[in-house]
């Protein structure tokens, strides 16, 4: 089992900057799980208690070396824990632009370009008698090499990879309809009133482009609607007898026309997966799930400078739901 590849300046930018933030606001630990082609972070996929996060990256998004092999099918997964995972590559970060920045200025200096390198090794921790395994980091310093050990658990087995990767194909099983959310700051501030009044969040999604969410109690009841969004996938053209209706009677209509989806999820888990937007995406989508399984929030990426979509990196989430939900 062997994994030695180098990052490029796009790849620790995006780990460091945008995906390590908003990840480590999902959970502390996760899998980070790799093939020959991708690299993901997974979050609750073996267990399924809680948000279950699918973060995506074609290996020439992160790297520009990428050696790989494995008995597994050349597959390797383990858990790790992010906080230190990025503490460890900020710290070289820190140490390899400083290194970089000198050397250049430096008349007649060493030539060979700077590079953060990441393996797989097992080590003997101190007062240990047991070599644990680690993704330990190096770059070049002054004076030697300088090495962050990151801490991970044991690789998982043969049939633990093969229960991760069937978990990741359901995962990313996208719904019938998903619709366009442009202004998440928006979304944040009304999910951000709707914490201090209850714990319960109805999500309800139309194939007209309708989003309405709503918390209730026995004293209160808030409510937000976004209408006329963009959609994807199955769609229906909206009534023209519903412009004068409550936005609860029109989702009600939608609902007994087959027209819309709505699901029960935890306020506190819609607003932790708002966090992601710390990743900086361009936009989001949401969508139910068949038979209302999950609610599904997919954050997406552009090249930058255009408006086509990069996909050489992915995002999404699933919420899970508190009811069966109703089609």
């Known amino acids: 089992m062997k994994f030695k590849a180098f990052l490029s300046?796009?790849?620790?930018?995006?780990?460091?900057?945008?995906?390590?933030?908003?990840?480590?606001?999902?959970?502390?630990?996760?899998?980070?799980?790799?093939?020959?082609?991708?690299?993901?972070?997974l979050h609750?996929?073996?267990n399924g208690d809680g948000i279950q996060c699918i973060a995506q990256f074609r290996k020439e998004a992160l790297f520009d070396e990428y050696r790989l092999?494995?008995?597994n099918d050349d597959r390797i997964s383990f858990a790790i824990d992010l906080s230190l995972l990025h503490r460890a590559l900020h710290s070289i970060i820190s140490i390899y632009t400083e290194f970089s920045?000198?050397?250049?200025?430096?008349?007649?200096?060493?030539?060979?370009?700077?590079?953060?390198?990441?393996?797989?090794?097992?080590?003997?921790?101190?007062?240990?008698?047991?070599?644990?395994?680690?993704?330990?980091?190096?770059?070049?310093?002054?004076?030697?090499?300088?090495i962050q050990d990151v801490p991970i658990s044991k690789p998982l087995s043969r049939s633990d990879v093969l229960e991760l990767q069937a978990a990741l194909e359901m995962a990313q099983d996208l719904p019938q309809t998903l619709i366009q959310v442009p202004d998440m700051h928006q979304l944040q501030n009304f999910v951000e009133k709707m914490k201090n009044v209850g714990d319960v969040l109805n999500v309800s999604i139309s194939k007209y482009g309708d989003l309405h969410l709503q918390v209730s109690t026995s004293l209160i009841t808030l409510g937000a609607e976004f209408r006329k969004?963009?959609?994807?996938?199955?769609?229906?053209?909206s009534p023209t007898d519903?412009?004068?209706?409550?936005?609860?009677?029109?989702?009600?209509?939608?609902?007994?026309?087959?027209?819309?989806?709505?699901?029960?999820?935890?306020?506190?888990?819609?607003?932790?997966?708002?966090?992601?937007?710390?990743a900086k995406p361009d936009c989001a989508?949401?969508?139910?799930?068949?038979?209302?399984?999950?609610?599904?929030?997919?954050f997406q990426f552009f090249i930058p400078g255009t408006?086509?979509?990069?996909?050489?990196?992915?995002?999404?989430?699933?919420?899970?739901?508190?009811?069966?939900?109703?089609?």
Not at 22 to 39: N, P, V
Not at 110 to 134: C, D, E, G, R, Y
Not at 245 to 271: E, P, W, Y
Request: proline share 5%.
């Open 101 to 146: 920045a000198s050397d250049s200025g430096v008349p007649g200096g060493n030539s060979a370009p700077n590079h953060i390198q990441i393996k797989l090794v097992k080590k003997l921790p101190p007062h240990s008698q047991q070599p644990m395994p680690f993704l330990t980091f190096e770059t070049k310093g002054y004076k030697s090499a300088v």
């Open 9 to 41: 300046d796009n790849g620790v930018s995006l780990l460091d900057k945008r995906f390590l933030p908003a990840l480590e606001k999902m959970g502390k630990i996760c899998h980070l799980y790799l093939t020959r082609d991708h690299i993901y972070f």
């Open 69 to 71: 092999s494995s008995q």
């Open 242 to 278: 519903d412009q004068n209706l409550s936005a609860q009677s029109r989702t009600r209509i939608a609902l007994q026309r087959g027209d819309a989806m709505t699901v029960q999820v935890s306020v506190k888990h819609f607003f932790k997966s708002l966090q992601c937007h710390a």
């Open 307 to 327: 408006h086509q979509t990069d996909k050489a990196i992915s995002l999404h989430c699933r919420l899970p739901v508190l009811d069966p939900g109703a089609s």
């Open 285 to 298: 989508f949401y969508g139910i799930a068949q038979q209302g399984a999950c609610l599904t929030v997919v």
């Open 229 to 237: 969004l963009s959609v994807i996938g199955e769609q229906a053209q």
């Open 44 to 46: 609750n996929l073996l």
